[in-house]
C-alpha cells in the first residue's frame, strides 16, 4: 500500500522486550517490500512497537502473509521478549516448512499504479495492456519468485482456441501460474474455464520437475460462498482475488480487515 509511512524503531534491550536490530523500515522500504495484505497483517498489532518488531522481521526474512500470521499466531514478539536466547527464538520462527501456492498468492492485489481510476469504463484487453505497460511494478505486487512467460497464450481443441490472458512460472513453486482477468465478478463459469486451462497445461506444458500448474482468477469482487462453492473439488488449485485500482477508504479498509479476521478464525 504505497500511502503508508514508517515511523521510526527504537531498539529495546530489557528482558522483557524483544531485541530489535539496527534494520531500519522507512517509508520507502516498507511499501517496496510488504504487500497489501501484509499491512492487514500489521494493523492488528496493538502496539506501535509490536507492530515494528513484525515488520522488522516480515522483511529481513521475507515472510509471506502466512508466515506473518503465524508469527502473530504463535505470539512470537511475546515469547522472544521472555527468551534467555532471543536469536535462537527467531531463528525457530524463520525455519521454512515448504512455501505451498497459499503462501504466495494475496488478496487483494492493489493495482492503483495502473493508472484506471481516470476511467469510468475500460475493457479486460484495456487492464491487460496496462499491466503488461507495468509490468516490472505488476511483478512486484505479485510478489516473489514470478517470472513473466506469455500473454494470451493460445490453446486449441478441434480447431477452437482459446486464450490464456497471461503466463508466469514461480521459479520457487516450481509451477506455472496462469492468470485469467475479469473486470467484473466472479462467476462459476469462471473457475470452470480456468480447470480446462489448468488441464492443458499439466498434460502438455508440464516438464519433468514441475508442480502441477495452479490458476489465478482475478477479479474486480466476488462472492466468497460462491468461490468456495465453484473451487471445491477442483483437481488443480484455483484462487480467487480482488484486484483495487484505487487506495481502499477506511470504510472499505475496515471492512477488508473483518474479512479477513474471519477466515483466519475458521483456518484456526
Not at 15 to 29: G, M, Y
Not at 144 to 168: K, P, S
Not at 176 to 190: S, Y
Amino acid at each position: 500500500m504505497r500511502t503508508l509511512s514508517a515511523k521510526s524503531i527504537t531498539t529495546e534491550s530489557t528482558t522483557n522486550q524483544p531485541i530489535v536490530d539496527n534494520l531500519k523500515t522507512t517509508s520507502d522500504l516498507l511499501p517496496n517490500r510488504l504487500s497489501f495484505s501484509h499491512f492487514i497483517e500489521l494493523l492488528k498489532s496493538d502496539t506501535p512497537l509490536k507492530r515494528s518488531f513484525y515488520e522488522i522481521e516480515t522483511i529481513k526474512n521475507n515472510w509471506s502473509v502466512r508466515d506473518l500470521q503465524r508469527a502473530i499466531n504463535s505470539m512470537l514478539y511475546e515469547r522472544t521478549g521472555l527468551s534467555s536466547d532471543k536469536q535462537a527464538m527467531l531463528e525457530s520462527q524463520t525455519k521454512s516448512e515448504g512455501l505451498k501456492p497459499e503462501d504466495v498468492f494475496r488478496n487483494p492485489y492493489m493495482l492503483e499504479f495502473l493508472g484506471l481510476e481516470e476511467k469510468a469504463v475500460y475493457t479486460e484487453t484495456e487492464l491487460e495492456q496496462a499491466i503488461i505497460n507495468h509490468l516490472q511494478t505488476f511483478l512486484l505486487e505479485m510478489g516473489n519468485g514470478f517470472c513473466f512467460e506469455a500473454r494470451q497464450r493460445r490453446i486449441t481443441f478441434d480447431n477452437t482456441h482459446y486464450r490464456i490472458d497471461l503466463v508466469f512460472y514461480h521459479r520457487i513453486l516450481k509451477c506455472h501460474v496462469l492468470l485469467d482477468l475479469k473486470i467484473g465478478e466472479f462467476t462459476h463459469a469462471d473457475a470452470g474455464q480456468m480447470n480446462v486451462y489448468l488441464n492443458y497445461y499439466k498434460e502438455h506444458e508440464m516438464n519433468e520437475g514441475d508442480n502441477p500448474p495452479v490458476g489465478i482468477i482475478l477479479c474486480a469482487n466476488k462472492n466468497e460462498n460462491l468461490v468456495r462453492h465453484a473451487t471445491a473439488g477442483l483437481p488443480q488449485q484455483v484462487f480467487v482475488s480482488k484486484y483495487l485500482i484505487n487506495l481502499p477508504s477506511e470504510i472499505e479498509l475496515a471492512k477488508i480487515i473483518e474479512e479477513e479476521q474471519y477466515k483466519l478464525s475458521r483456518d484456526i
